[in-house]
């Protein structure tokens, strides 16, 4: 923190002292006045207010802090239904439509023209929407592309149904909304839309329009790359493709189909094509739906498969480790030996190898261990063919070694110790993937390569190897509360055998299950979550009146097994509508807690929040005076993870403690975000993560920078000016904390009365501020971070512009 044009005057009488911080010479300074009464205590803070939430298991958990290092290991993921000749296929289910390209709704679909390089030219189709969904487009100057993830280096235009604007966007990895139709564009069902660039120039037509819709001039424009089709979450039809690559005209009317090789799509084929068959079996997998079938036609192919873990990124390894896994194989007329590798991106080098013989004609789990001779984050898990004949394979796992992991447990030690410096004292694990149809705690117990995938929410083939058991056993060993939430549509009895298995004496039936895999003490499970934002699709009394008939079938399954465990129910909050109260008088008495989702992006999102709690309080003791229902916020929400968010966390914290008797915790979404990847478009992480990297954005230390100076007892402040403040002391009396947001953009100086308090000469400041827009990146991780220094009483102190502050004084 620069503290240069900073200092506090602090004149002390008889336990009284008061900080007078005056005016600098800034012109666009304001002033504030700050007044805090340290003996007069207003309500306790929880010591779970430094909450957290994992709501997509498939992309925080896998390939980010569970230890499976490969993506897609049990094959549920079906090959590409087409490819298209002179097209690659980034991302997606793209078939042929009418004699052009089309895609089902899905997030980021993508293909690239290859062989096409262009910096002057143009690329124009027709494209048909056949839902309203959210939007498709073309794209230009393409470079940096990755299969598996929806950002690159480019241009991008886009149009929907329901948007009515056209779209140009930048992307330099993430994109950026650069210029837009300046008038409404009435789309229908169907339009034609064309890019034109020349140079630093890019114009956007629609229709048969000789005007452009957009006419753009970028001032540090991109270099010449590739052209392509995408959809995002939007079924569309691409005709009538036509493409300009600097003189070089092509009309790709009709795509020729390709018929793509029978892979599932998160592995790759290797060795020649030409002396293999590949085909996927859905009559003989091990627990899933399917498992890959590999035919070598030559004794010396070398054919097989590989997997470069979550978006392709790669697996990181490092020299002279061991990485432990398995695979499932059953031979059909082959008698040949397995190969196993871990092998660089270009597979020139291979850091690893072990063989399997004697491969059996029934499943069987054969284990390997991999120790490494080199390092790399780009490698890769390949599995070869050293033999003719056909063989199937399924469940195959690669972990990290044991240097890297968690307390023993198969977690990256990397990601769950980053969330340790955070602060975190809450974590949930719920959220949208609770609601698929599937999604039940039996399936997560037992041997996790034996555990079925389900149709998630947010992925299809979801996996269920890290499930309640795993979360809860990462909660022990980091130190943090827990709270899961489960499917309202569970059965009771699936409910009670669940709690019984959790948290029961292993003299029990289902204890004893528990502690037969390794688990001998019950968990420490004090919260449970019916469901996740149910009802949130409308408001219907009559899903409203189911909600709480499911609610209380499995509270009391739930009760009779362990009553200590409060239960939170999660109807999605209306304060208007009547059917809160119908909710309400329904669970009352039952429910200790109400989950409540707030917005974070706005910087000020605290004052909504502020009041969106009061009022949340009043009704229910206007409902029952004597309630003793609480409030949890389970999630904040948003698309945002720079400063801006950041503050908006800063200022809900700031909110919250003010309810501090009402509230238990608040937990930001999402705990964790692969870097460059989101597929459910909740651009929000707080810690990113690479195969080898892992940082935290700005919201991450405003987290960490609270957590760090708790204290239990809220103490009353009075504010006058543009400052959002909050006051804690410690039971003792002998530490103040002071936490002080500037959402403004100018500097604030502030005069501060304190009484009852009694200051020495030293005073604790840590400050966190930037741009609202700035975040971390990969290249510079820590960025945005906060800085902290002790300074002594002196005359002024200016609050920085888009800055929380935490000033910390002692006796």
């Known amino acids: ?362 499943w069987k789990k054969y284990s390997f261990s991999l120790q490494t001779t080199g390092s790399t984050a780009r490698g890769n898990l390949v599995i070869r063919l050293l033999g003719k004949g056909k063989l199937l394979i399924d469940r195959a796992s690669l972990s990290g070694a044991p240097q890297d992991e968690f307390k023993g447990l198969n977690l990256r030690a990397d990601i769950a110790g980053m969330m340790q410096k955070e602060g975190l004292s809450f974590l949930r694990y719920g959220g949208t993937m609770v609601n698929a149809k599937e999604y039940n705690w039996k399936n997560m117990t037992g041997p996790q390569s034996l555990r079925p995938p389900y149709r998630g929410h947010w992925y299809p083939w979801s996996n269920n190897g890290f499930g309640f058991e795993e979360f809860l056993q990462l909660c022990e060993a980091a130190g943090f509360t827990s709270a899961f939430a489960v499917n309202t549509e569970d059965s009771a009895e699936d409910i009670a055998n669940m709690v019984e298995y959790l948290t029961a004496d292993k003299s029990t039936a289902w204890g004893a299950k528990r502690a037969a895999v390794g688990h001998p003490k019950p968990y420490p499970v004090k919260y449970i979550e019916i469901g996740n934002e149910e009802v949130i699709w409308g408001d219907k009394k009559e899903d409203y009146e189911h909600y709480a008939q499911r609610f209380n079938i499995l509270y009391d399954a739930i009760h009779a097994k362990n009553p200590a465990i409060k239960v939170v129910c999660a109807a999605w909050w209306r304060p208007k509508s009547p059917n809160m109260e119908i909710v309400f008088k329904a669970i009352n008495g039952r429910a200790d807690y109400w989950d409540l989702h707030t917005d974070a992006d706005e910087a000020a999102a605290g004052t909504t929040v502020d009041k969106n709690i009061q009022h949340m309080h009043d009704l229910f003791l206007q409902w029952d005076p004597a309630t003793k229902m609480k409030c949890a916020v389970f999630e904040e929400n948003g698309g945002l993870h720079n400063m801006q968010r950041a503050l908006g966390h800063a200022t809900t914290l700031n909110a919250i403690r003010r309810h501090g008797d009402f509230v238990l915790t608040s937990c930001p979404a999402n705990a964790l975000q692969p870097y460059l990847q989101n597929d459910n478009d909740w651009d929000q992480g707080q810690i990113f993560f690479t195969p080898d990297k892992v940082w935290g954005m700005p919201p991450f230390y405003v987290q960490q920078m609270a957590s760090a100076n708790h204290q239990r007892l809220r103490i009353a402040e009075t504010v006058e000016g543009p400052l959002d403040v909050s006051a804690t002391r410690s039971d003792d009396g002998k530490e103040l904390v002071l936490h002080i947001v500037n959402t403004g953009k100018s500097e604030v100086t502030s005069a501060l009365d304190i009484t009852n308090f009694k200051a020495t000469g030293q005073v604790a400041v840590t400050t966190i501020s930037a741009p609202p827009s700035a975040e971390n990146t990969l290249e510079e991780p820590s960025r945005v971070s906060p800085l902290s220094k002790v300074i002594s009483l002196q005359k002024e102190y200016t609050f920085l512009p888009n800055s929380y502050t935490i000033m910390r004084f002692k006796r």
């Open 1 to 362: 923190m620069n503290i240069s044009r900073s200092s506090i005057n602090l004149l002390t009488k008889a336990g009284i002292f008061s900080v007078l911080l005056f005016k600098t010479a800034a012109a666009d300074a304001q002033s504030a006045h700050i007044t805090i009464d340290a003996a007069k205590v207003l309500n306790k803070v929880p010591a779970t207010l430094y909450g957290s939430c994992i709501e997509d298991v498939n992309h925080e958990v896998y390939g980010g802090i569970y230890g499976e290092r490969i993506y897609g290991g049990n094959f549920e993921e079906p090959a590409l239904a087409h490819a298209f000749k002179g097209w690659a296929n980034l991302q997606g289910e793209w078939r042929i439509g009418g004699g052009g390209a089309g895609s089902a709704a899905g997030p980021g679909y993508t293909i690239l023209r290859n062989g096409v390089q262009t910096n002057n030219g143009s690329i124009e189709a027709d494209i048909a929407f056949t839902d309203r969904g959210r939007d498709a487009g073309l794209l230009f100057r393409v470079t940096k592309a990755t299969p598996g993830s929806p950002y690159f280096n480019g241009y991008r235009v886009s149009c929907s149904k329901g948007q009515r604007r056209i779209r140009l966007e930048k992307f330099n990895g993430r994109p950026a909304l650069v210029d837009e139709s300046a008038e409404d564009i009435d789309i229908k069902n169907e339009v034609h839309l064309k890019i034109k660039a020349t140079g630093n120039h890019i114009s956007v037509y629609v229709n048969s329009s000789e005007t452009p819709v957009i006419d753009y001039s970028d001032k540090t424009p991109l270099p010449a790359g590739s052209v392509g089709l995408y959809t995002n979450n939007a079924a569309a039809s691409f005709q009538n493709i036509a493409i300009d690559a600097d003189g070089n005209k092509s009309k790709e009317a009709s795509l020729t189909p390709v018929t793509a090789l029978q892979v599932s799509f998160q592995w790759k084929p290797v060795g020649p094509v030409a002396a293999v068959k590949y085909s996927l079996d859905s009559a003989d997998a091990v627990s899933g739906r399917q498992a890959q079938v590999i035919e070598a036609l030559t004794a010396n192919s070398k054919a097989g498969i590989s997997n470069a873990g979550l978006n392709h990124w790669g697996i990181s390894i490092k020299k002279g480790q061991r990485y432990p896994g398995f695979v499932y194989l059953k031979a059909q007329g082959y008698s040949g030996t397995v190969m196993v590798t871990l092998e660089s991106d270009d597979a020139k080098t291979i850091y690893a190898k072990a063989t399997i013989s004697g491969v059996s004609s029934a």
